[in-house]
Structure formats: structure tokens, C-alpha cells
């Protein structure tokens, strides 16, 4: 064989190899499937993605030789995509590559709900921006892989790629630990909803965001922040809940709450004491973190009318309004037990009138409640006074609050609480 032809052999057999071997965008290997990854976008279309708080896909996206691209017609109020579905504990994988001084972003664990113009309010953002040229100054929290306006990057370990060439990044949320990666190194790591995560929400940007990075749960979210910028290959892997108990109250001070309105919450001789204050208007006593599904004991006991209550899966809005599901707590022949819903509906569910008797007015009494998915189980003293089965629960997360209501005269003691995630 001519040393020509040899050549031309060899060299075709190479360009054969290469192609057969070249890795294929936007799939998964056998290897991923059967670890448990998913594609959340297929190279083709953007079916599984939909606007923000919308149910259908009108904001300024368009799938663009493989990749999902944002067009740039977006603003801070706008131009945001999410996922259809929710996710919990992930590993979530993806490339991407941005405009020349453009500015994006990956959330997660973002809450859809009419109340939230804007998803960032609810989720955290894996920061992606060409810092290079942007035209203005930015803080270290600003930066690439940065979690935005809350912890920064390990700089010694920071890799980017210029603008117009592409990156890999990575978020790992496992049941509170949190990881960004970018282009295979760890640039951060955080324990979420610790005092020191705490610390930085309330004494920075979110601070007037309550409701920020509390959620446990949420849909992924891409951002058109008025900058062209391109995504591939974005997969994801669910990591399993763990469950845990839970130390609610401490018999010492208000660790781990939060007060909302002007009435009083305070201990005394061990005991969480809410109290009307000279405004006389609803108040509450929120956990600063969420709990959805759980099953919660807590003892109460009414020294003065009694009309409290315990919300579940609620939020908290301007103004101090708390929003979600009330399980009664009332002088008796008031449904304690029953099930209020503080906006929409009103009462789900008020006990027979043949159960008011279990409340023992003026003593100390025990009431269990259960959530686990859109079901609610409540008991006084032993006793099941409600049973409901509520597809909008179910949709629901957020916080465990005490309230006391309106009027004045009210004073309820509190303690015992018990709290085992589900």
C-alpha cells in the first residue's frame, strides 16, 4: 500500500473515532439514567418550562442550535422561566455561556404564588455574569458562582471562561448543605438556615424579604436579566429527604422565631406566654425556617379567652400579614382543632359540637398536629378532631406560627413543643 493511501486511511479512521466518540449534547449516557439523572431540557424545545407565577411560556426565551438562550429582552421584573416541576435535594448540572457584559442567573427552590412579583425574593440565585466587562463596579457577592448577595467564592479556586465561550457549573442541595461548583472546583459551601446564613439574610439585601431561601422546596429558575445568554445540557439528580427532630422551643427566650405585629411574646417560668398588647390587633410568633410535612405535639393552656391558634405551612407578606392555615385554638364552643383558612376559604373544617367538651378551659391541654402532603390530622387531648385531605395544602409550604388574635384580653401559655419531620 502506497505511504499515501496508508495515511489517508489512518487519518479517516481517526476523524471515524472521534465523531463515534464525541460527546452528544443535551442526553443522557446509560451510566446517568441509571444513577437517576433527568434532562430538564431535550435540545429541541422548551416543553417543561414555562414562565414565572404563569402557566404558560410567553416570556423573551427561544431554543437557539441546542441551547435554551435568553434573548435579552428581560429585566429585573422580568423575562424569568421556571421548571414544571418541583424539586427538593438535587444535584443540578449545566453549561452555559453569556454576552458580552451580560448578567444571568440559575435559582432554585423558587415559590410561585401572586403574592411574589419576582422569583428572587423566594430563591437563591448561583450568580452568572461577565464581570470582565460589566460597566459597573461589583461586589465579591455579585460575582460568578457567587450565592447571590449571601456568600461569596473561594477567588484561589475561581476558573471562568470569557464571554461568548462556554462554562460547567453544579448546585448541590442536600437537605440544607449547599455546594456551587464551576468548571469542576467547589467555589462554595454553605450550611443553609444555620444562625450565621440567618445573620446574612437579615442584615443585608433580603432583609426586607422575609420570606427568602426558606423554602425546602421549589422549581428551578433561569433569568433574562436584558442580556443575551445561552444553556445546554442541563440535568438534574433528587437527593432523598432525611427527617430529624426538631427543638422548637429552648425554655429560655425566642431562639428561632420571629415576632410579626406589635402584640406580646415573651417566656415565663419556662413557658412561650402570648399576650394582647395595648394595640389589640392580630399578632404572631413565626419559626424563622419552614416545615411542611411533620408531625407536631405542642401543650397550651388559656388564661384569658384563649383565641390563638397554630398556623402551618404559612408566609409571611409586607406588613406583617400571615398567610396559610390556622388550627383553631378558642375558648370553648369555638372549634379548637378546626381548620381556618386565613385568605381565601375560611373554615375547611369546624369539629362536631359533641367534641367541645375535650377542651379543658383553664388547664393545660395537648394538641397534635400532622402534615404530610395535603392531608392534615388533628387531635386535642387525645382526641382526632380533624381529618382533611386539601389539594391546595398541598401545594402549600412554609412556617409554623403562633397567633393571637384580635381584640385584646387574650393571654395562652405555651410549652412542650415536640416536632418530628416527615
Not at 206 to 218: D, Q, T
Not at 249 to 254: A, E, I, M, R, S
Not at 397 to 409: F, K, P, S
Request: aromatic share 12%; net charge negative.
Amino acid at each position: 500500500m502506497k505511504a499515501k493511501n496508508l495515511l489517508l486511511l489512518i487519518m479517516a479512521g481517526i476523524i471515524f473515532y472521534s465523531c463515534g466518540n464525541s460527546q452528544k449534547e443535551n442526553v443522557l449516557t446509560k451510566e446517568d439514567v441509571a444513577d437517576g439523572w433527568k434532562l430538564l431540557f431535550d435540545g429541541k424545545t422548551l416543553n417543561g418550562w414555562r414562565d414565572y407565577n404563569g402557566d404558560s411560556l410567553t416570556a423573551p426565551w427561544t431554543v437557539e442550535e441546542g441551547t435554551i438562550r435568553a434573548l435579552g429582552g428581560g429585566s429585573d421584573a422580568s423575562g424569568y422561566i421556571v421548571t414544571d416541576t418541583i424539586y427538593e435535594n438535587f444535584e443540578l448540572v449545566w453549561d452555559w455561556k453569556i454576552a458580552k457584559a451580560g448578567n444571568s442567573g440559575v435559582l432554585y427552590h423558587v415559590v410561585e404564588n401572586p403574592k411574589f412579583n419576582v422569583p428572587y425574593i423566594t430563591g437563591p440565585e448561583y450568580q452568572l455574569i461577565d464581570e470582565v466587562n460589566f460597566p459597573d463596579p461589583l461586589e465579591d457577592w455579585q460575582k460568578t458562582a457567587a450565592d447571590y448577595a449571601m456568600h461569596t467564592t473561594d477567588t484561589a479556586k475561581m476558573k471562568v471562561n470569557p464571554s461568548g465561550e462556554w462554562n460547567t457549573s453544579k448546585i448541590v442541595f442536600d437537605n440544607g448543605h449547599v455546594e456551587h461548583w464551576l468548571n469542576g472546583e467547589k467555589v462554595v459551601e454553605f450550611e443553609a438556615w444555620t444562625d450565621d446564613w440567618f445573620q446574612r439574610k437579615n442584615s443585608g439585601k433580603w432583609e426586607n424579604a422575609p420570606e427568602y431561601g426558606l423554602a425546602h422546596k421549589g422549581v428551578i429558575c433561569l433569568q433574562d436579566h436584558g442580556s443575551a445568554a445561552w444553556f445546554k445540557n442541563i440535568k438534574i439528580k433528587e437527593l432523598p429527604r432525611k427527617t430529624k427532630e426538631v427543638a422548637l422551643f429552648n425554655g429560655t427566650d425566642l431562639t428561632g422565631w420571629e415576632v410579626y405585629g406589635t402584640e406580646k411574646w415573651y417566656v415565663e417560668k419556662g413557658d412561650l406566654v402570648c399576650e394582647s398588647g395595648p394595640d389589640k390587633q392580630y399578632g404572631y410568633l413565626a419559626t424563622r425556617e419552614y416545615y411542611d410535612d411533620f408531625d407536631l405535639s405542642v401543650d397550651f393552656k388559656q388564661e384569658a379567652n384563649g383565641n390563638s391558634g397554630v398556623f402551618i405551612r404559612s408566609f409571611v407578606e409586607p406588613g406583617a400579614i400571615v398567610n396559610g392555615w390556622q388550627v383553631e385554638v378558642a375558648p370553648k364552643g369555638n372549634d379548637t382543632g378546626g381548620i381556618y383558612e386565613s385568605y381565601g376559604r375560611g373554615w375547611l373544617v369546624q369539629i362536631p359540637d359533641e367534641k367541645e367538651n375535650i377542651l379543658k378551659q383553664g388547664e393545660w391541654n395537648t394538641l397534635r398536629i400532622k402534615v404530610q402532603g395535603g392531608n392534615v390530622k388533628t387531635w386535642l387531648n387525645g382526641e382526632e378532631m380533624v381529618d382533611l385531605s386539601d389539594e391546595k395544602i398541598g401545594k402549600a409550604q412554609g412556617r409554623i406560627a403562633l397567633q393571637i388574635h384580635d381584640g385584646g384580653g387574650i393571654k395562652v401559655r405555651w410549652n412542650n413543643f415536640k416536632l418530628q419531620t416527615l
